[in-house]
């Protein structure tokens, strides 16, 4: 069935739209990425992006010098690599750059979506279908699934771009940069919200943003990160071609094909499925760990320099534990949680190994891959604190993959 066909029932819609995004999915463009930057500028700035004011700069120049020296002092880690500069950006351009950063991952995903075969029409035998049906709705299937993906991230990175406070609303490894981004706009709000000092937040966050970076820049611990968010992909892969499957089997009528594009999150809904569940438990736990590490040492970087830290400490608390709609649905795209749950297990578990083993103790967390927890591990503390004092085997598989992990 061609269709230019007048005769061909579907010309209308599925031609269509076909026209629009067909033509750039055969060239050199990425349709899926640009469904994803309209929608995350439309969402981040809802049309208005104002300058960021060029004092901000300078401001967080300052503040850099002073969060290097402190943040080195209470975890050890070193900045002496790469010297990091914080960059303010409007919401708009961080929605910009966080796609950029996580490129790759969708990347991965389109291609599973992009791979996957479309479905036959249920109820509708070979035979007896129109000339050329289903081929025109496997070519629907496999052109829409990466753009209705591409709406689903430029929707959740959008929203986040309206909450985020800095580069690592998230801790997903961005592609090795010597800038973190600042949004001054968001770190404005929060401060107002909250009635906290403006400057004290400011470098609340930059103190936040460099420790997640140098925690990322232990080897072990970005490569398990990616190790693991690869295998929630590869994980979600059913669930992706399911996608194709679902617009070849629906109902062909023109009410369904409304009520489809109408919905297009509903299509996704099932992308943490069953059999990613494991995969998500051991991603999760390792995020909730390394945020509560981080959260602990922010708190004591942002006392050691203001003298109190305790209401931006529960600030951010609530903040964290909020319903942020942006956060929640980007993390779970990954493939993790960042609900309240996580955020509480992992506040929980840097306390009883500091009241067991103080901070030297949960400063071998970020010892090697083998001293992650695992997701048992997440909730006693004092059985992570055993096994890592265990003589280390070298034929032990990583941690999480154990049948405790799982």
């Known amino acids: 069935m061609n269709p230019e066909d007048p005769d061909n029932p579907f010309s209308g819609l599925l031609g269509d739209l076909l026209k629009v995004i067909g033509g750039s999915a055969r060239g050199a463009g990425r349709p899926w990425l640009d469904a994803a930057r309209a929608l995350a500028q439309g969402v981040a700035t809802d049309g208005v992006e104002p300058n960021v004011d060029p004092l901000q700069r300078i401001k967080l120049e300052e503040l850099a010098r002073v969060v290097e020296l402190h943040v080195e002092g209470a975890t050890g880690l070193s900045t002496a690599e790469m010297a990091y500069t914080f960059v303010p950006v409007g919401r708009g351009a961080w929605a910009n750059r966080a796609l950029d950063g996580w490129r790759p991952w969708l990347e991965r995903m389109v291609a599973a979506v992009e791979a996957a075969p479309g479905g036959r029409i249920e109820g509708l035998e070979a035979e007896d279908a129109p000339e050329g049906l289903q081929a025109l709705l496997g070519q629907f299937a496999s052109t829409m699934g990466p753009i209705m993906l591409g709406m689903q991230f430029g929707s959740a990175v959008g929203h986040l771009a309206r909450q985020a406070l ?69 994980e979600s892969m059913a669930a992706q071609q399911g996608i194709a499957e679902r617009l070849g089997s629906m109902d062909t009528g023109p009410d369904s094909l409304q009520q489809l594009m109408s919905d297009p999150e509903a299509l996704l809904a099932d992308l943490l499925t069953p059999g990613s569940r494991a995969t998500s438990a051991r991603l999760s736990t390792i995020v909730a760990a390394l945020s509560g590490y981080v959260d602990h040492a922010t708190s004591q970087i942002a006392q050691a320099i203001t003298g109190s830290a305790g209401s931006l400490s529960e600030a951010w608390y609530r903040y964290r534990i909020a319903d942020q709609r942006g956060r929640q649905a980007a993390a779970a795209l990954f493939g993790f949680d960042v609900g309240r749950g996580e955020v509480d297990r992992g506040a929980a578990f840097v306390r009883g190994v500091l009241e067991r083993a103080g901070e030297e103790g949960l400063g071998r967390l970020l010892t090697s891959a083998k001293t992650l927890p695992t997701p048992a591990e997440l909730d006693a503390p004092g059985l992570w604190l055993e096994r890592i004092d265990l003589p280390e085997d070298p034929d032990d598989p990583p941690a999480g993959d154990e049948a405790g992990g799982r």
């Open 166 to 234: 800095g580069q690592y609303a998230l801790i997903v490894p961005w592609p090795r940069s010597n800038e973190l981004l600042v949004v001054p706009e968001n770190v404005a709000s929060f401060a107002a919200d909250w009635s906290l000092d403006e400057d004290a937040t400011l470098l609340w966050v930059c103190a936040h943003e460099l420790i997640v970076q140098l925690v990322l820049d232990r080897p072990h611990v970005a490569e398990r990160l990616s190790e693991l968010l690869g295998a929630s992909l590869a």
